[in-house]
């Protein structure tokens, strides 16, 4: 039996999702958004066409929509679907999703102007963080329908002032909450520092704050694929990550797995950015920042596109942390700067294969480092004092700072 789900851009449907009885996706645009003069494609990887994709080119986006990992499974055992099934969990959480993409069975519409939403106080949001281990995004709340990539257990909410609001029946949200973790100590300050630190520097990025439920630390991120519109309710921008754009499996988003390298990463933005030049130094500057900060995990689902007003840019940072400060994680980086694997390994030579990826002329792209190093010695030194718990970051930044401003033109 052929099972199926709308899919829509904001209010507009766009086209349908099928499952058909031996388990394979099928995505087709819908004729009258083929005839739309305003008509937009759901992915990079998925052009506006007549006719059905088959999995293999369908399947790397729509699965990119979904929880990884253990929250994957997690949300699977809450519904009782298999964690391998896109389609199941799609059909049970679609109806919210990064960028502007909902899923819904045929004939339901999105919620838009007559979005619900239930007001928490401080105990019940207090609970329903320290309930995300077992309820990821939140999954299990009755009329809770929402989804977010990534492995990392978050809440999914909307503000309102100072007022947390549930999301329901796939009502917009506007941040995402992440709590402290027990397994890797001062996180929610580790990833704060790092955001805050790239914002001083003058490097976009999504808007951070530090929280409080009760007992529960926690980091609020303001959602930068919605907007308020004049009549209050909220708007969905649509965006999508490089995996997805390149039409790259969520579970291989590490270069070592079959992932995006960076040069993927540069050409992507060269090709489908619509202002390449400005938006090639600001990765350029995000694969810098990440060197200094020690962030080994910059995969291709942490950088995005952003889809807005018939114009593609570069997206604003976001997971920005220091994982060099957990030695029980992986000291290779996500994706190689040259060939280097780890961050102790780059030489010379790889930072000026980067350079050539990245179609800089290597006398302007050390003189940029060079800036950013001392920009970044002098804007932590500030920052630390806000944030102390963030004190190993320094340790780490001072140590690749100094390597970078060891590098010459010829060396």
């Given amino acids: ?32 958004w083929l005839e739309n003069e305003h008509a937009a494609p759901v992915s990079a990887s998925l052009p506006l066409r007549a006719g059905r994709y088959h999995s293999r080119d369908c399947r790397p986006f729509f699965a990119g929509l979904l929880p990884e990992e253990l929250s994957r499974q997690r949300v699977a055992e809450r519904f009782g679907v298999s964690e391998r099934n ?8 679609g109806a919210e ?39 990821p995004l939140l999954v299990g709340e009755e009329g ?21 609001l549930l999301p329901m029946d796939g009502s917009p949200s506007t941040h995402i909450l992440k709590p402290a973790s027990g397994s890797f100590p001062d996180l929610v300050e580790n990833e704060f520092f790092c955001m805050r630190l790239a914002d001083a520097l003058g490097i976009k990025v999504a808007r951070v704050e530090l929280g409080e439920a009760g007992a ?36 291989l988003k590490y270069q070592e797995e079959g992932g995006p390298g960076l040069n993927d990463c540069f050409d992507l933005v060269r090709q489908r950015c619509d202002a390449p030049a400005p938006d090639v130094l600001r990765l350029f500057d995000a694969v810098v920042l990440n060197f200094l900060i020690g962030n080994n ?7 995005s596109l952003i889809h807005e007003k ?63 190093a001392n920009d970044v010695r002098l804007r932590s030194s500030q920052l630390i004092k ?19 401003l060891a590098l010459r033109v010829g060396n």
């Fill in 297 to 303: 995990d910059a995969h291709g689902k942490n950088f």
């Fill in 144 to 164: 809770i329908r929402l989804s977010l990539a990534g492995a990392q257990g978050k809440a999914v909410l909307a503000m309102r002032g100072a007022d947390f």
């Fill in 1 to 32: 039996m052929t099972r199926k789900l709308d899919v829509f851009l904001g209010p507009d449907k766009v086209g349908m999702l099928e499952q058909d009885r031996h388990g394979a996706l099928w995505f087709a645009y819908d004729g009258a």
């Fill in 86 to 93: 896109d389609f199941a969990l799609l059909e049970k959480i």
């Fill in 386 to 404: 806000t944030v102390p718990m963030a004190s190993g970051v320094m340790q780490i930044i001072s140590r690749r700072a100094a390597a970078i």
């Fill in 216 to 251: 529960i630390r926690f980091l609020q991120i303001t959602r930068y694929d919605r907007q308020e519109a004049d009549d209050g309710s909220w708007e969905r921008i649509h965006q999508e990550d490089f995996c997805q754009a390149l039409g790259i499996a969520p579970e």
């Fill in 310 to 372: 018939g114009q593609t840019r570069l997206a604003p940072l976001y997971d920005l942390v220091s994982t060099e400060q957990y030695p029980e994680l992986s000291a290779n980086m996500a994706m190689r700067i040259g060939r280097a694997k780890t961050a102790n390994e780059v030489t010379s030579k790889d930072w000026l294969a980067l350079f050539q990826g990245a179609g800089l002329g290597p006398a302007m792209a050390i003189r940029r480092m060079h800036k950013m």
């Fill in 97 to 135: 999703c990064a960028g502007a993409v909902s899923l819904l069975p045929p004939g339901e519409l999105p919620q838009t102007g007559l979005a619900r939403y239930r007001k928490l106080d401080v105990t019940e949001l207090e609970g329903k963080l320290q309930s995300l281990p077992q309820s």
